[in-house]
């Protein structure tokens, strides 16, 4: 399945999360996640655009691939998930580190998830980066363009301005320590 969406930076969650409700928008859930990046040991991810990302939720954890990204206007890229039982997060970490793989950064965030008609959009307060919104249109048939069009008129609903930033929050992370 292809993930097509738009992430943008903003000052005022409450000011988005208004607009929501008044929007129709149902809340999903409230929740702390953990997403835990991995490097290969032999393939440089960086380069391949590429991600392998362990969330850990509340009672659930999911693998995570990321293919390389397939436009320069939204997030558009294959993703593939597989739900790991609790039980089996630590064997599925020694199995990864065994085979080469390395932890790279782990990214902490709260997130408040809303769906909206044909949107899921995400209200997230990132530990050491701020505040973001995320649309996303997950349809297996939707093309690039269709997608692109349908998230920026999501944008102009919720009424934000900003420019969509298409590095992750990883890439965000990794720069900020940087510097």
């Given at each position: 399945?292809?993930e097509?969406?738009v992430?943008?930076?903003?000052?005022?969650?409450?000011?988005?999360?208004?607009?929501?409700?008044?929007?129709?928008?149902?809340?999903?859930?409230?929740?702390?996640?953990?997403?835990?990046?991995?490097?290969?040991?032999?393939?440089?991810?960086?380069?391949?655009?590429?991600?392998?990302?362990?969330?850990?939720?509340?009672?659930?954890?999911?693998?995570?691939?990321?293919?390389?990204?397939?436009?320069?206007?939204?997030?558009?890229?294959?993703?593939?998930?597989?739900?790991?039982?609790?039980?089996?997060?630590?064997?599925?970490?020694?199995?990864?580190?065994?085979?080469?793989?390395?932890?790279?950064?782990?990214?902490?965030?709260?997130?408040?998830?809303?769906?909206?008609?044909?949107?899921?959009i995400?209200?997230?307060?990132?530990?050491?980066?701020?505040?973001?919104?995320?649309?996303?249109?997950?349809?297996?048939?939707?093309?690039?363009?269709?997608?692109?069009?349908?998230?920026?008129?999501?944008?102009?609903?919720?009424?934000?301005?900003?420019?969509?930033?298409?590095?992750?929050?990883?890439?965000?992370?990794?720069?900020?320590?940087?510097?």
């Amino acid at each position: 399945m292809f993930e097509y969406e738009v992430k943008v930076k903003v000052e005022d969650l409450d000011r988005v999360r208004n607009r929501l409700k008044t929007l129709g928008a149902n809340k999903v859930f409230s929740k702390r996640e953990v997403d835990v990046y991995f490097q290969h040991p032999c393939r440089n991810f960086r380069i391949t655009d590429e991600a392998l990302r362990l969330r850990l939720e509340e009672g659930e954890a999911i693998l995570t691939y990321k293919g390389p990204r397939i436009s320069s206007e939204i997030k558009a890229r294959e993703e593939i998930n597989l739900k790991i039982e609790r039980e089996n997060v630590e064997k599925l970490i020694s199995m990864l580190q065994k085979l080469g793989f390395y932890k790279v950064a782990e990214v902490r965030k709260i997130r408040e998830m809303y769906r909206l008609s044909e949107y899921e959009i995400s209200l997230d307060h990132v530990e050491d980066l701020g505040d973001f919104v995320e649309i996303e249109v997950k349809m297996p048939s939707e093309s690039l363009e269709s997608a692109t069009k349908k998230l920026k008129n999501c944008l102009n609903k919720l009424g934000i301005k900003s420019t969509p930033i298409l590095k992750s929050y990883l890439e965000l992370l990794l720069e900020k320590q940087k510097q």
